[in-house]
């Protein structure tokens, strides 16, 4: 949990504070700081003390953008590569942390993320030409998100060209 949190903040510090209530929710014990330090030191350990820097008022994991698939993902998205980004997905965002409650607003605006390069690569492929098979495709999508505009609209442009 540590890394993770410490990853959605790459390259920012994140406060102890914030990094205590990710890993104890809101029943952090007594030597709550303590362990965070102990954590931190193991993580060290195994990344090395230049990645992971204690700075005022927590902690900072440093990250090359080439290191970490979601600053590639919105570089290549930026970039107009909207396939390359979607294939940097594996399956849902966070997924082993769904249940956890500081993961919900990351999975959140990551699948958002994940949406908005499927949004653009459809519109990408429809320019393209490419209505007739991305019907399915979008139908499919629809019923996946079925509140998602902009989905509906491609789909009935698809439909109509």
Known sequence: ???????????????????????????????????????????????????????????????????FDLAQCEHLRGEGRFRDALA????????????????????ARLEELRLVCTEELIDTRLDAGAHAELVGELEAAVQEQPLRERLRQQLMLALYR
């Open 1 to 67: 949990t540590l890394l993770v949190v410490l990853l959605l903040e790459a390259n920012r510090v994140g406060s102890s504070g914030t990094l205590i209530d990710a890993l104890w929710d809101e029943a952090p014990p007594a030597t709550a700081h303590k362990a965070l330090q102990l954590y931190v030191s193991q993580l060290r350990k195994v990344l090395g003390r230049e990645r992971v820097q204690t700075k005022a008022p927590g902690y900072l994991l440093r990250l090359h953008p080439d290191e």
């Open 88 to 107: 940097l997905w594996r399956g849902p965002a966070l997924a082993e942390f769904a249940e956890e409650r500081f993961a919900q607003v990351e999975i």
